[in-house]
C-alpha cells in the first residue's frame, strides 16, 4: 500500500542508548518531516528534508540527528535517549510543496526510563 | 508567541453543527490546513484552503477564511459521534525551501455526545 511507513510502532529505551527511527515512502515525495507530538504541545518540528542530500532543523532538533541519502528514506536517530525524548513522533511526505498537505505516518510511541 | 492557535476543547451534541476556530501570526502564510487525528493514528489531511480565497465547501466541511484578522474556522454539519477527533490548524508560507513545511496548532479536541 502506498503510504508512509514508520517502524517500529512501540519501543522503550534506557536512559543513555541510542536507537533509529524508520520512515519510508513510497509516493517519491520530496518533502519529509518528522514531528513529536506532545500533550497540551501539539506537533513541533524536529527536522526536515526537501530531497536527498538536503536537511534542515525545525522547532526542536536537539538530541536528534538526520540523514536523507535516497528519496524513499528518512531516518530520525535519537544519538543519546533521555526521559524528555518520551513522546509520539510522526514522520510525513508530501510530493509537492505547501498547499497540497502531508501525507502522515501511523507513529511510533517512545518512552525512555 | 504561538504561530497557530486553538482552543484545546470543543464539546457538542450529536447533530448539532461544530465550530473549531483557529488564528494564526504570520500574513504571509499562503496554505492554510485542517488535519484531523483519530485516538492512536496519524494525522489525515481533511481539507485545505489558498490563502487568496474567502470560503470552502466540501460536503459536511466548511472552511471560512477571514485574512485581515488572520482568522481560520472549520465548520462541521451535522456532527456525528465519528468526528469526535483532535482537530489541527496548519499554516505554510509555501515560497521557498523550509517555508513549505507546515506549522501546527495544539489541537482541537471534538467530543460529540448522544
Known amino acids: 500500500n502506498a503510504g508512509v511507513t514508520q517502524t517500529p510502532k512501540f519501543q522503550v529505551l534506557k536512559t543513555g542508548q541510542s536507537m533509529t527511527l524508520q520512515c519510508a515512502q513510497d509516493?517519491?515525495?520530496?518533502?519529509m518531516s518528522w514531528y513529536r507530538q506532545d500533550p497540551g504541545m501539539g506537533l513541533r518540528l524536529i527536522h526536515y528534508?526537501?530531497?536527498?542530500?538536503?536537511?534542515d532543523q525545525g522547532e526542536v532538533p536537539n538530541g536528534y540527528n538526520v540523514s536523507r541519502s535516497t528519496t524513499e528514506d528518512f531516518p530520525l536517530r535519537l544519538l543519546s535517549a533521555a526521559p524528555s525524548q518520551t513522546s509520539v513522533y510522526f514522520c510525513?511526505?508530501?510530493?509537492?510543496?505547501?498547499?497540497?498537505?502531508?501525507?502522515f505516518g501511523s507513529g511510533t510511541r517512545l518512552t525512555v526510563v | 508567541g504561538e504561530d497557530v492557535e486553538q482552543s484545546l476543547f470543543l464539546s457538542v451534541r450529536e447533530g448539532d453543527s461544530s465550530v473549531i476556530n483557529c488564528t494564526y501570526t504570520d500574513s504571509s502564510s499562503t496554505y492554510l490546513y485542517w488535519y484531523k487525528q483519530e485516538p492512536g493514528a496519524g494525522l489525515q489531511l481533511l481539507t485545505y484552503?489558498?490563502?487568496?480565497?474567502d470560503m470552502k465547501q466540501d460536503q459536511r466541511l466548511t472552511v471560512l477564511l477571514n485574512k485581515k484578522d488572520k482568522h481560520l474556522s472549520l465548520r462541521i454539519a451535522d456532527t456525528q459521534t465519528g468526528d469526535s477527533a483532535i482537530y489541527f490548524c496548519a499554516e505554510s508560507m509555501g515560497d521557498s525551501g523550509g517555508s513549505y513545511i507546515p506549522t501546527f496548532g495544539r489541537g482541537t479536541s471534538l467530543i460529540v455526545h448522544p
Open positions: 528534508s526537501v530531497g536527498a542530500g538536503i536537511t
Open positions: 509516493m517519491n515525495h520530496e518533502y
Open positions: 484552503i489558498f490563502s487568496n480565497m
Open positions: 510525513a511526505s508530501s510530493y509537492l510543496p505547501g498547499g497540497y498537505g502531508y501525507t
